[in-house]
């Protein structure tokens, strides 16, 4: 069992910034990447940042250069900056990890609750 846990999202105005947080724990044997994904209404799921083990990033066109993911691989907590947020990033966000389990386990998926950020005046 897997868990993870999830926070810092809010309500938050148009150019400010917010940083999520997102704790794995249980019985993970290595993690193979994390990454972040939102939910806005009406739309499908969508990948937002990613950070492999190895350090690679991928973002989404739509907040490069405004969102910084990294990882405190100590703690296997992955975090979320997002700066000069626009009303678009309005979603719920949610925490993704990828692991191994055992040595020889399969890649495997977990999801945190999901986190609510508003950007609104």
């Known amino acids: 069992q897997v868990q993870l846990v999830e926070s810092g999202g809010g309500l938050v105005q148009p150019g400010g910034s917010l940083r999520l947080s997102c704790a794995a724990s249980?019985?993970?044997?290595?993690?193979?990447?994390m990454g972040w994904y939102r939910q806005a209404p009406g739309k499908q799921r969508e990948l937002v940042a990613a950070l492999t083990s190895g350090g690679r990033t991928n973002y989404a066109d739509s907040v490069k250069g405004r969102f910084t993911i990294s990882r405190d691989n100590a703690k296997n907590t992955a975090y979320l900056q997002m700066n000069s947020l626009k009303p678009e990033d309005t979603a719920v966000y949610y925490c993704?990890?990828?692991?191994?389990?055992?040595?020889?386990?399969?890649?495997?998926?977990?999801w945190g609750q999901g986190t609510q950020v508003t950007v609104s005046s």
């Open positions: 249980g019985s993970i044997f290595s993690i193979n990447a």
């Open positions: 993704n990890a990828r692991v191994w389990v055992a040595q020889t386990s399969p890649l495997l998926d977990y």
